[in-house]
């Protein structure tokens, strides 16, 4: 890496450029497929073309309009492709799910012969079901995303209250586990708090408060971390004592898995901590010794708990095991497979036979649907976030934005992996949602803070500096450090 | 911090590239695999989730797709299923379709192109999505009358329209019921249908059309017909006869089944009315030859396919080398082997002037809403012989009903003009002899009403006269008599 890599690529845009029309365009583009999509589905379900095709769609336009306003008001300089992206996914979440609720659903249980003809559901009223609830979840995730970038004026911000955040992660992470299974417990995996009717997912939340910690935490000792060690075979790797943060976080996720018996989310952790750990030291080791504390733990584990044998079996062989174990991944295949190339039509296929069809398995109903060419251009919209939040990471200026907004975004991408991996059979199936589309109110607000933090940050990187001020890379000094930033600059390193 | 974020970058490329590279090797790939997996009910689901068209005889509905309670929301019924089983086949969930279930699924399913205008305003009118129906030219009555006389026993027998080549009548005996192939239950379908593959005679072919037999002396009128094609000859030529014949070449000698044609000579429709070997045989060695005879029964469609849109076999005069495989196969043995619906071609042919119609099993083809897709129009197939010969077959071949020492007696009918061909063919030695009757009978107009061959299963003593009698049942039926 050259000193002159480093500079943040601001001054290649056209300065004042806030390139806002284009993430209006882009996210009036995303509406009409969302409306395609649903339309499509609509009209194949009830047999004919009523009202009812719109209206969902244009429910939708208010939210992400809104949204859209909201970046120009308080994040003009933000990245364009963000929102569109996510409000794509997040539109086309919402509308399965309301396609999924004019099917009846051979799982839960009830009765529902009228959802069973065309004419019965065309009856299905708008403000019922899995479709019009992500809606309001939804409304609720778009009014974090704005007060984030009202409230949250600089994204340095956030690393005053690190420690703070920290403590409430963990809070948040360790709180269904000490909770009695009544209150924590949902099939099998204690990752709840439910309180009445409304339950959440702290572990969406944690994640994010975690993110924050880490980041700073890794910025203060990055350069211990990075300098300190012993070559060994041509690498670096650090003293004992540097390794206890992760031995402490590896304990923690260890500790996730053995009360809440959920390897996806203890995965998730473990693999921000390590990717973090290695974007902040840039030592390949940190890898090594993070890949292997996985591995072991994992093996471990798998001689451990039942579960996880069982995922592992099912995983290798589904077909002896598919009317039992096995059934929702086998039904999820057979799902996918009959798709084929370009899928059986919105609303033409059964996802609704796969169990957990509109969370853990949204996707196998999207595959079945849409084929492997939706799939695929749905997978590149994430993977289109997921760069677009490394870039955000590459542009800002200060260490601690790189290390959130790269971490935010390979933990989604990591996230996506482990869940469309295990729903396609490519690795052991855990539950995690589905960032944007899984039904559940934590994930999805949870997500969009996530996006509301990438545009945050981007602004900054983007935005020109105020006049009087010479702006890096144009001749003027080196950036004069930012007193908010308690980081450590840049250290060039070649 | 920004080479490792570009790392990060590659790694998380290289994690969608991973979940791609396995989504098509899923959805792509292995498309076939999950699409026909034994456990994926998706595709039959989504198949019985909206109503198949109705297939007709002529009014009479024989396979409709009634309401059922069940996840599969259509259950396929044949109203008296074994009647017309070789002709609508079946539809079932695991072993697919047979007969006009297979042939016309796209119109039945209202998959058909001809249907995208109709599958596009139903969405728009919001009525139910259903299939086409397809009205078969069959006439019930005389489908009944087949299934009557042939009475359970092995055989088929086949009925034209002989000016339009329209099926009447298309049966085949033992028959299955197709019912319990559309059964939802899969093992019961399993079972049922190994029960029908080990039941002997073969339920499940359609012996009118999927199987030839030697057609004995039925044939006797191909071979008058390359006769009369040739010139010189008429019905009233005398010919030689005598009660017994051998051919150059062979020591084995030609006679005919009850000494009947003791005469040297006699005129050729009484030979044919006799049903004389030793005429028919001396007549192909003489003076046909074996091309003249291949040629006639080509022009009449031996060694040709049908599809109606069931597939009809292709019937078979053999080589016949030398004179004593033509003397054979000149009375309907050796190497002959004709289809009862070929043979009901031949009368047909004869009947309508030499015109040889396209056969054809389907009326007419209707949208859901029962307004008309396509109706199948009369179409000549080819001019099998001229209509003088056409004329000289008919007079021999009304002397076998009607003349006094005639074999097909059987079929006469009060006050009409019906005109055929007995015939009892062996088959192997020590096994009882199969009967035929090939015959037509003309309207009140004086046009061809209806043409009509019988074949009975290795019957014995009697089985062509007991042929000849269900012939003329079944044409009963279709002159309403």
Redesign the interface.
Known sequence: ?SAT??VPSATAQPRGRTRRNTELMLLLLGLVIIMGFYAAAD?AL????TSSVFTLPLLLAIPFLAAHVAVRAWAPYADPVLLPAAALLTGMGVVFLRRLDLVPDPYNGIDEPEL????GR?DFPLFAGQGIRQYFYVLGALVLFGLVLALLKDHRILSRYAYTLGLAGLVLVALPAILPASISEVNGSKLWIRLGAFSIQPSEFAKLLLLCFFSYYLVRKREVLSLEGRRIFGMVFPRGRDLIPVLVVWGAAILILVFERDLGTSLMYFGLFV?ML?????RTSWILIGLSLFAGAAVLAHTLFSNLQLRVMIWSDPWPY?ENESYQL?QG?????????FG?GPG???PE?VPYASSDFIIAGF??EI??VG??AM??V??VI??RG?KV??TVRD?FG??LA?GA??TM??Q??VI??GV???IPLTGLTTPFLSYGGSSLVANWIVIALLIRISDTSRRPPPPGVTAPGTGGGPAKPDRLDHAPT?VIKL | MNAPMRHVLMVSIGLFVLLIGNLTWLQFFQNDFYTNHPRNTRTRIAEYSSQRGAILADREAIATSVATDGELKYLRTYANGPLYANLTGYKSLDYGASGIEAAENEILAGTDDRLFVNRLTDIFSGKEQSGGNVILSVNPKVQEAMAKGINGKKGAAVAFDPQTGAILGQYSSPSYDPNPLASHDTTEVTAKITEYKDTPGNPMLDHAAQDFYPPGSTFKVVVSAALLEMGGYTADTMVPAGNSYTPPQTSHVIKNSNNQCPEAELPLKEALARSCNTTFARLCVDKIGANQLKETAAKFGFGETYTTPLNVIASKTGEMPDPPTLAQSCIGQNEVAATPFEMAMVSATIANGGARMEPHLIKELQAPDQTTLERTTASKLNQSISSSTATELQKMMFEVVNGANGTGKKAQIQGVTVGGKTGTAEHGPGVPEHGWFTGYAMGSDGKPAIAVAVFLDSPGEGGSSEATRIAGEVMKAQLGK
Do not use: D
């Open positions: 890496m890599a480093s009209i009830t047999k004919q073309v069973t003809t065309a004419a065309i990717s290695y974007i902040a030291t840039q598919a086998v295949l057979l799902g996918m497979g009959t798709g084929g190339l059986a033409q296929g059964q036979k595959g079945e084929g492997l799939l695929t997978l590149l994430y993977l997921i760069a490394l990471g590459l260490a790189k290390l790269a975004a390979f991408g990591l996506v992996f469309v991996g396609t059979k490519l840049e």
